[in-house]
């Protein structure tokens, strides 16, 4: 599934709405250390952010969303 994802986020017409929606959950299999599952997540990171932090740079990617996401439903 990540790897899918992570193909339609190569795309633009996807890009915007995978940001918006999966970098919540895409940011916690990013800490999972299996690379079936890690990595997808790395590439997903990096194509809707346009950002090249590094891939256990958990800090910089959560400080990215933070900045850069619509504000959850409260």
């Given at each position: 599934?990540?790897?899918?994802?992570?193909a339609?986020?190569?795309?633009?017409?996807?890009?915007?709405?995978?940001?918006?929606?999966a970098?919540?959950?895409?940011?916690?299999?990013?800490?999972?250390?299996?690379?079936?599952?890690?990595?997808?997540?790395?590439?997903?990171?990096?194509?809707?952010?346009?950002?090249?932090?590094?891939?256990?740079?958990?800090?910089?990617?959560?400080?990215?969303?933070?900045?850069?996401?619509?504000?959850?439903?409260?």
């Amino acid at each position: 599934a990540g790897y899918t994802l992570a193909a339609l986020a190569a795309q633009p017409r996807y890009r915007a709405a995978i940001r918006d929606g999966a970098v919540p959950i895409v940011l916690r299999i990013l800490r999972l250390l299996q690379p079936n599952n890690h990595d997808p997540a790395y590439e997903i990171l990096k194509l809707v952010s346009g950002q090249t932090y590094g891939d256990d740079d958990y800090a910089a990617w959560e400080a990215w969303a933070k900045a850069n996401l619509p504000a959850a439903p409260r």
